[in-house]
């Protein structure tokens, strides 16, 4: 299957810990990336293969793979880190790039 | 530091042909793939397709044969072209660089770590 399913919808109070989930096949052998999205604007790469993270991304974002289940966790959300999230991974069966449904987070 | 910069019509009639060019700066072009991703208003993103230095190109097969992703290495520019657009093509267009490869022994890794700023795109009659 070539489906990335993540939660719509999650929040979390501001300096607490969030962790947002990404579900499909492709992931038992292709690492997730993340992406953070705010209105009107591109995405952001924030997390990327066994333990990367970007140049300027703070450490509070961490990621991690178990079974078909990739996790992107903020430890200590800030208020800019509201907006949407998607993870993205290739398709194990024809190769194309397929992105995760997306995950809006609210900062209280 | 890596850039792309894109352009390209951002208004269309229906049937009309989406024609978009991403330049890249600051990197060569080998060694990495260069993509296209599209978002309809208030939607998720869409992976279009990409394409690399060498002509090595896969497309979503959801646009049914309508995308052509076309690499000029000499000007470090790669073009989409959609055809026959619709309504249903309505979207902000983002060209992307894509980095994959094996992460042995048993798993890979995929990423986009460079992206335009996006071109909205409205097709209507």
């Known amino acids: 299957s070539s489906e990335l399913t993540q939660d719509p919808a999650v929040s979390v109070a501001l300096g607490q810990t969030v962790r947002i989930t990404c579900q499909g096949d492709?992931?038992?052998?292709?690492?997730a990336s993340w992406f953070h999205q705010r209105p009107g604007q591109a995405p952001t790469l924030v997390f990327y293969?066994?333990?990367n993270r970007p140049s300027g991304i703070p450490d509070r974002f961490s990621g991690s793979t178990s079974g078909n289940t990739a996790t992107l966790t903020i430890t200590g959300a800030q208020a800019e880190d509201e907006g949407d999230y998607y993870c993205?991974?290739?398709?194990?069966?024809?190769?194309?790039?397929?992105f995760g449904t997306g995950t809006k987070v609210t900062v209280l | 530091q890596v850039q792309l910069q894109q352009w390209g019509a951002g208004l269309l009639k229906p049937s009309e042909t989406l024609s978009l060019t991403c330049a890249v700066s600051?990197?060569?072009?080998?060694?990495?793939?260069l993509s296209w991703i599209r978002q309809a208003p208030g939607q998720g993103l869409e992976w279009i397709g990409e394409?690399?230095?060498?002509?090595?190109?896969t497309y979503n097969p959801s646009l049914k044969g309508r995308v052509t992703i076309s690499v000029d290495t000499s000007k470090n520019q790669f073009s989409l072209k959609l055809t026959s657009v619709t309504a249903a093509d309505t979207a902000s267009y983002y060209c992307a660089r894509s980095i994959w490869g094996r992460h042995p022994p048993s798993f890979f890794y995929y990423y986009m770590d460079v992206w335009g700023k996006g071109t909205t795109v409205t097709v209507s009659s």
């Open positions: 293969g066994q333990n």
């Open positions: 394409n690399n230095h060498a002509g090595s190109a």
């Open positions: 492709s992931l038992r052998i292709y690492f």
């Open positions: 993205n991974s290739r398709d194990s069966s024809d190769n194309r790039g397929v």
């Open positions: 600051g990197s060569s072009f080998t060694n990495y793939y």
